[in-house]
């Protein structure tokens, strides 16, 4: 067992450090070992703690240890020969933050947490699934509305139940059946399987070059897709005069006090115009209606830009939701960065085969200063498209 004493004179330097923080973080790196051996080499040696840990895990114990990122480094090069050797994984050290798991289990001890990873592990029976698809049946025959609004549980296309995500489960407290008072039913949310992301998000031109990509979890929200337009154009003088996007007309109204919108016109693409929007929704049929923008049409009436460029892009990228369903974060992301890469590498020759002109913005001096093009005999289109592509991880 590691002396407390070495170990506080090796923190001096952290200011204000407590031995309750101490104690946390090595539970907590304890806990996570994991986690850090996944960002190490496949030729790393397990059995010696890594000199640096991933940031993702450096982030993690510095929001919860309330501790900065240096002494997130200091602690760990202090502890982590006893973090990686168990020095401090006794039951009574890790009380207070976990509770052991149970051999062969997903769950500790508490009565409570048995019993939902029993209903969970009764969820994936055949014969619970077959019954529920007969309730489900006959709750549409009886109530259809009533069998639409239960919609909690999710279900695969194959019908079997998915693992994934968090899932509630309803305890019954009153299995004893003694006299005591009837106890209500608890609700709990666990998770027994991975969390999967819930789109990514395109910006792409009209050329077809796609500029940037996104990972949204949970929601696609309009507040997101406008911080992440902020985020993919930080220039002033390169932001685009003009942004296509299927649900503009909640945008628009969202970022209607944001000065970075000012010179920025938003309109949904013409297809999810037609098909999509109401024409009850006033605001929608007189700010976001793209007839509406002249510098979107020619003389003779045609649409000068192809508002539906990201729409085509997603049947592209929709190709890859298979590929990449079951990779982790740093992978999918590298993968579908080097395909993004390689297609705009290939509609870039297109351009050029075709006499398109294609051409960028290039500054001068600082991000304040002037601009000029590649080639000043080019233009450049200023119009983007936003759409989301059904893909997740």
């Known amino acids: 067992m590691v002396e407390l004493a070495s170990v506080a004179h090796a923190l001096l330097n952290i200011h204000a450090l407590s031995l309750e923080t101490v104690l946390c973080f090595v539970n907590l790196a304890s806990a996570i070992k994991d ?60 009380k207070t933050l976990f509770n052991i798991v149970t051999p062969g289990s997903k769950t500790c001890q508490h009565q409570d947490h048995k019993a939902v990873e029993a209903l969970h592990a009764l969820r994936g029976q055949s014969h619970f699934q077959l019954r529920k698809r007969l309730e489900r049946s006959r709750a549409i025959v009886d109530n259809p509305a009533r069998a639409i609004s239960r919609g909690a549980e999710h279900v695969e296309l194959d019908g079997n139940m998915s693992d994934e995500g968090l899932q509630e489960f309803e305890v019954d407290s009153n299995q004893d059946h003694s006299l005591a008072p ?28 796609i500029h940037d990509r996104q990972t949204f979890y949970r929601a696609e929200g309009v507040g997101s897709v406008a911080a992440f337009i902020k985020e993919a154009f930080p220039d002033r003088l390169t932001r685009p005069s003009h942004i296509f996007y299927d649900n503009n007309c909640n945008l628009a109204q969202h970022v209607k006090d944001d000065p970075f919108f000012n010179d920025i016109s938003l309109s949904v693409d013409v297809f999810h115009f037609n098909c999509k929007h109401s024409e009850k929704d006033i605001f929608c049929q007189e700010n976001c209606n793209p007839i509406a923008f002249p510098e979107l049409t020619v003389d003779d009436g045609k649409w000068y830009f192809n508002s539906s460029v990201c729409e085509q892009t997603n049947s592209w990228f929709g190709k890859f939701n298979a590929i990449t369903r079951g990779m982790k974060p740093i992978k999918f992301d590298f993968y579908l960065d080097e395909v993004i890469l390689c297609r705009n590498r290939l509609t870039l020759e297109k351009l050029k085969r075709e006499h398109q002109r294609p051409s960028q913005w290039e500054s001068i001096g600082s991000s304040e200063g002037s601009l000029r093009l590649a080639n000043e005999d080019d233009t450049l289109d200023k119009i983007v498209a936003v759409a989301k592509s059904a893909g997740d991880v």
């Open 35 to 94: 986690d850090s051996i996944l960002a190490q080499p496949a030729t790393y040696d397990v059995s010696a703690p890594p000199d640096f840990l991933p940031p993702s895990v450096n982030l993690f114990l510095g929001s919860a240890c309330t501790l900065t990122e240096d002494s997130v480094q200091l602690c760990w090069s202090v502890l982590k020969h006893d973090i990686w050797q168990g020095s401090f994984m006794s039951q009574n050290s890790t």
């Open 182 to 209: 009837l106890k209500p039913k608890k609700k709990l949310r666990t998770q027994f399987g991975r969390n999967r992301t819930h789109c990514e998000v395109l910006i792409v031109a009209p050329c077809g070059i």
